[in-house]
């Protein structure tokens, strides 16, 4: 057998057919892992399980029996559980918008009534209109939805 020139302590052949021989000078990249001295520790990863971490993997695939005995894959998806879990309940209350109309209305109703037994003082009739339109203006504002949900408490 024919061998060719020595690079790297390695052995190339000249004929590629024919089986190398080994070289009694071992390269870098032959060199064992393990011919570290024994005095150093080799390193390595260690899981520690966390307090939050659950007994199951999250993010699985089972294949479970179905209703009609054949069998079907279900998926756990973590991300749907943290979905289900951010729901909350709330509530809306419009209490006190409804309470400032019901205060108006109740004003308006007085002024009509003030300028019914006030019929025979022209002046004072024309100053309780003005007022009655004023508060009329200010229920045509309030009493609608886009006030209440302006004015809504939500808990």
Known sequence: METGV????????????????????????DRDITDKPASLPSP?????????????????????PDENGSYKILYDDPKA???????EECTVNTDKADREIKKIKE?????????NSASSDEGKVRELEKKLAAVEKELAQKDNDAYRRQNAVIS
Not at 81 to 87: F, I, L, P, Q, T
Not at 107 to 115: A, D, N
């Open 6 to 29: 020595i690079q790297n302590s390695t052995v190339f052949q000249k004929n590629p057919s024919e089986p190398a021989m080994a070289s009694p000078v071992r390269s870098l990249e």
């Open 44 to 64: 390595h990863d260690e899981y520690i399980k966390s307090e939050n971490s659950s007994d199951t993997a999250s993010g699985l695939y089972k294949v479970v």
């Open 81 to 87: 559980e943290a979905s289900k879990s951010s729901e």
């Open 107 to 115: 004003k308006k109703e007085q002024l009509e009534q003030q300028i």
